[in-house]
């Protein structure tokens, strides 16, 4: 099955820049879809950012628009997401996750994805 592997959290200082990424392994060609999930306790986890591999569509949450920027490195099998003016309210467990579905109308609901990391911390202070 896909297996995926976040790294690069950490404790930044607001209006600092990072870099996630999400190394995957597996049969990724039944991959269609690969996201960014972000979760604090006692809250739901919250798509983030997507993207379609078929054709690289890509869907942001308005509040990450305009800051954070997912893309993929097929040659190195990695999802990245590159994160810059954070604040505060982006702190949270941050989850690669991919789905099989040819579509997903909503790409950033976390119950169309099957696959998920065991998360990367990220603290914005």
């Known amino acids: 099955h896909v297996q995926l592997v976040e790294s690069g959290g950490k404790s930044v200082q607001t209006e600092g820049s990072l870099t996630l990424s999400c190394v995957y392994s597996?049969?990724?060609?039944?991959?269609?879809?690969m996201a960014w999930f972000r979760q604090v306790p006692g809250k739901s986890r919250e798509g983030v950012a997507s993207i379609r591999t078929l054709d690289d569509s890509l869907n942001y949450a308005d509040s990450v628009k305009g800051r954070f920027t997912i893309s993929r490195d097929v040659h190195r099998n990695t999802l990245n997401l590159k994160m810059t003016s954070l604040k505060p309210e982006d702190t949270a467990m941050y989850y690669c996750?991919?789905?099989?579905?040819?579509?997903?109308?909503?790409?950033?609901?976390?119950?169309?994805?099957?696959?998920w990391g065991q998360g990367t911390q990220v603290t914005v202070s």
């Open positions: 597996g049969p990724t060609y039944n991959v269609n879809y």
């Open positions: 996750a991919a789905a099989l579905n040819w579509f997903l109308p909503e790409s950033l609901l976390a119950t169309n994805y099957g696959y």
